[in-house]
């Protein structure tokens, strides 16, 4: 296997750059640049020198014999002074020995994930820490890093295991193709293990979390949508006018409120009766973007909007407009008024649907392997014939090893690995 490196923290320049070299050479490579390796985990001062001999840096170095390491191999890093040309110039010594190359992005980590290191969960879990821009996306991403759905998927996989095994024992003993010879309790637990996996699949998604709570302003042309937008994400994203139909296309802005993620959605306004056909595009999508929508604020006549929508009156600075009876908010996105009571009500609002703390949110994939062992599961505990219950079992089974990778195909494990950054 070849050995591998990369700058594993931030673009230079900075105070310090550290270089991981990872692999079955990350020893002889170390001591070719250091002059020696130097005692197993503990740091060391050490000056750095090319194969010439020309000094590179002077730097901290790091030796970790392999397996007990991040990546399951013989690790070094270098904590080297953060200039680019430092940084470059150790690079190209590294890249000059036979045997060592450049690292691929994610590869530390697939390397790791390989060795037995990690798991697919913790794996995924750890891409979204890096990924995290918000409070509750750390929060998530750091109980999915530390194995909180690995260990339920163990759990559960545990109590799997108890019921096959019961399984295999009426085939292995009994020449019947009845179950008269399972447990009492049988069916009844693998329809308990079934309905704790469809209670996973009720919680929160992870795409919720990690693209954020998607609000979407709607509402005829002029209506303030634009300006409402602008307000919220804090910035002038949506240009604004009198003229109608200003806004042709959907505008999207990510912005954290109260430490949770929001996508706020402006588009173009809804009428009947659209000017020209680039409009009447812009309202079609405008619709789609409705329908997509976690909550739409409806700021047209009360009454027309979706359903769930929350009413909101959006110029009350205007003593022109039409005044809403019972609207869910009165706010002026030009003076302010009722904005803070806003933000505060979509906060309270998108709490509630996203991942508790502690609770483990679920991937589009992990979901439908979840939602495959609960059906699975269901059909053991009302199946007539040992055999298919044991196939039922099996299936799964094989879907609680493609939650922690023991199973699965390498397009999953290329497209997670590749959201990784190079030195990762």
């Given at each position: 296997m070849d050995t591998i490196f990369a700058l594993s923290s931030g673009s230079p320049p900075a105070a310090i750059a550290i270089v991981r070299i990872s692999g079955p050479q990350a020893?002889?490579?170390?001591?070719?640049?250091?002059?020696?390796?130097?005692?197993?985990?503990?740091?060391?001062?050490?000056?750095?020198?090319?194969?010439?001999?020309a000094l590179l840096d002077r730097a901290l170095v790091l030796w970790f014999p392999g397996p007990a390491?991040?990546?399951?191999?013989?690790?070094?890093?270098?904590?080297?002074?953060?200039?680019?040309?430092?940084?470059?110039?150790?690079?190209?010594?590294?890249?000059?020995?036979?045997?060592?190359?450049?690292?691929?992005?994610?590869?530390?980590?697939?390397?790791?994930?390989?060795?037995?290191?990690?798991?697919?969960?913790?794996?995924e879990g750890l891409a979204d820490l890096l990924a995290a821009?918000?409070?509750?996306?750390?929060?998530?991403?750091?109980?999915m890093a530390g194995g909180a759905l690995s260990r339920r998927v163990e759990a559960w996989a545990?109590?799997?295991?108890?019921?096959?095994?019961?399984?295999?024992?009426?085939?292995?003993?009994?020449?019947?193709?009845?179950?008269?010879?399972?447990?009492?309790?049988?069916?009844?637990?693998?329809?308990?293990?079934?309905?704790?996996?469809?209670?996973?699949?009720?919680?929160?998604?992870?795409?919720?979390?990690?693209?954020?709570?998607?609000?979407?302003?709607?509402?005829?042309?002029?209506?303030?949508?634009?300006?409402?937008f602008n307000a919220l994400v804090e910035s002038e994203a949506a240009i604004t006018a009198p003229l109608a139909g200003t806004t042709r296309d959907v505008l999207t802005r990510p912005v954290a409120l109260g430490g949770i993620p929001f996508l706020f959605v402006d588009m173009a306004g809804l009428r009947d009766e659209a000017a020209d056909p680039v409009e009447q595009l812009g309202?079609?999508?405008?619709?789609?973007?409705?329908?997509?929508?976690?909550?739409?604020?409806?700021?047209?006549?009360?009454?027309?909007?979706?359903?769930?929508?929350?009413?909101?009156?959006?110029r009350c600075d205007r003593t022109d407009r039409a005044v809403k009876r019972n609207p869910r908010r009165v706010v002026s996105a030009l003076t302010g008024e009722g904005m803070e009571a806003l933000r505060q009500d979509l906060i309270d609002h998108a709490a509630q649907a996203m991942p508790r703390p502690g609770q483990a949110a679920l991937s589009a994939h992990q979901r439908e392997w979840v939602a495959l062992a609960a059906q699975a599961l269901s059909e053991a505990a009302t199946a007539g014939d040992?055999?298919?219950?044991?196939?039922?079992?099996?299936?799964?089974?094989?879907?609680?090893?493609?939650?922690?990778?023991?199973?699965?195909?390498?397009?999953?494990?290329?497209?997670?690995?590749?959201?990784?950054c190079i030195g990762k």
């Open positions: 020893g002889d490579a170390l001591a070719a640049l250091a002059g020696r390796l130097p005692p197993s985990r503990r740091a060391t001062l050490a000056p750095l020198r090319a194969s010439g001999g390491t991040v990546t399951g191999e013989d690790l070094a890093e270098l904590h080297l002074h953060g200039g680019r040309a430092v940084v470059a110039a150790v690079e190209r010594a590294l890249a000059a020995r036979p045997g060592l190359r450049r690292a691929e992005p994610g590869e530390f980590t697939r390397r790791a994930f390989a060795n037995g290191r990690i798991d697919l969960a913790e794996a821009e918000t409070e509750w996306q750390r929060r998530a991403a750091l109980e545990g109590r799997l295991l108890a019921l096959s095994a019961s399984v295999e024992a009426v085939l292995d003993f009994d020449d019947e193709d009845g179950i008269a010879g399972l447990p009492a309790a049988f069916a009844e637990d693998c329809a308990a293990l079934a309905r704790e996996c469809e209670a996973a699949l009720a919680s929160p998604s992870a795409e919720l979390l990690r693209d954020g709570f998607r609000v979407a302003l709607a509402g005829p042309p002029n209506a303030g949508k634009s300006t409402l309202i079609a999508r405008a619709r789609t973007a409705i329908g997509g929508a976690d909550l739409v604020l409806w700021l047209g006549p009360e009454g027309e909007g979706p359903q769930g929508c929350w009413e909101i009156d959006a040992s055999l298919i219950v044991a196939e039922h079992l099996r299936q799964a089974r094989g879907a609680f090893d493609r939650i922690t990778g023991r199973a699965g195909t390498e397009d999953v494990l290329d497209a997670l690995f590749a959201r990784f």
